[in-house]
């Protein structure tokens, strides 16, 4: 396949371009930048995709954004949030449309934060949305995607993400970082839903939704889900430090204001129920699995296939 991806640059657009052209496939890295920059395929911001940079494109992964957890969320910040991920989306479609490009498939991405704070319900992808900012983010990012349905004929799947775990991620980092210092422990009251995935099983399951047929959400998420006192206590384990110095959630939303709310205190147990019944198989299917390989602890496992034999 011919596959061009925005954010590739970014942590998940790394691994994903790594991984596609280790399967043969061939990668478009979509490099924003001038006009005059040979290197740069587009700029949502000015709105323009360079003529005959993606034609023939079979597929076309949107995974562009600014990061989420970049700052707090002033209202110039969230406002670069939902800029950099709902109007550069509607742009790339529009240039897809104008330029006669019809990619059979378009991954469009998004986050488990689309579920909003559900405390101990069960989410599946037929779950509806939350009510918070980055639920409505995602929601509104999710609607842009899909018009590569009704405007290119392409055939959408929507890729949900969950927390990233991977040693060169900055949120994992930082959740490590207080760990290894052994001044670490559970945020908040530990009993929110934590959802993640290892980098490695997110670049594979995007590699799965655009070689199978899969359209709609798909919750990106591990099959083993664990609360937050969980994920602290597999950190605490594998690291063989200490973890429990707790902290107030009124002291993150003092520190991190909406951010903390939202991404740290929020509770979603997410499942990722489409995945599995196509027969995806994790190569990282436990909290602590995931966890010793980001920290340089891992076991002599075998990899999984991507697809159940």
Request: hydrophobic share 40%.
């Amino acid at each position: 396949m011919k596959v061009a991806i925005t954010g590739s640059s970014g942590l998940i657009g790394s691994a994903l371009t790594k991984r596609l052209r280790a399967s043969g496939h061939e990668v478009i890295e979509m490099h924003r930048g001038a006009k005059s920059d040979a290197r740069a395929v587009w700029n949502p911001d000015e709105g323009w995709l360079r003529e005959g940079a993606l034609d023939g494109v079979d597929a076309v992964v949107n995974l562009g954004g600014a990061n989420i957890g970049g700052g707090r969320w002033t209202a110039s910040r969230k406002k670069l949030l939902r800029s950099s991920r709902i109007d550069s989306t509607r742009v790339l479609v529009d240039e897809l449309k104008r330029q006669g490009i019809r990619p059979a498939v378009f991954v469009q991405g998004s986050g488990v934060d689309f579920y909003g704070d559900r405390g101990e319900e069960r989410l599946d992808e037929s779950a509806g949305p939350g009510d918070n900012f980055l639920a409505q983010l995602c929601l509104d990012w999710e609607a842009e995607g899909n018009r590569a349905a009704s405007e290119l004929g392409s055939r959408v799947a929507i890729a949900r993400t969950s927390f990233v775990i991977d040693r060169e991620a900055p949120a994992f980092k930082r959740l490590v970082m207080p760990i290894k210092f052994g001044v670490g422990g559970k945020l908040g009251s530990g009993r929110q839903w934590f959802p993640w995935v290892h980098l490695e099983d997110e670049a594979r399951a995007i590699e799965f939704l655009l070689t199978s047929d899969i359209s709609g959400p798909v919750n990106i998420a591990a099959p083993e889900t664990v609360t937050n006192t969980g994920i602290t206590k597999v950190l605490g384990s594998v690291l063989k430090r200490p973890t429990f110095f707790a902290v107030p959630g009124f002291a993150l939303k003092l520190l991190l204001g909406e951010m903390a709310q939202v991404l740290l205190l929020n509770s979603k147990r997410v499942i990722p129920a489409r995945l599995a019944e196509a027969g995806f198989r994790w190569e990282y299917d436990t909290a602590e699995s995931a966890v010793r390989e980001a920290t340089g602890k891992a076991s002599n496992a075998s990899p999984q296939p991507a697809v159940s034999r």
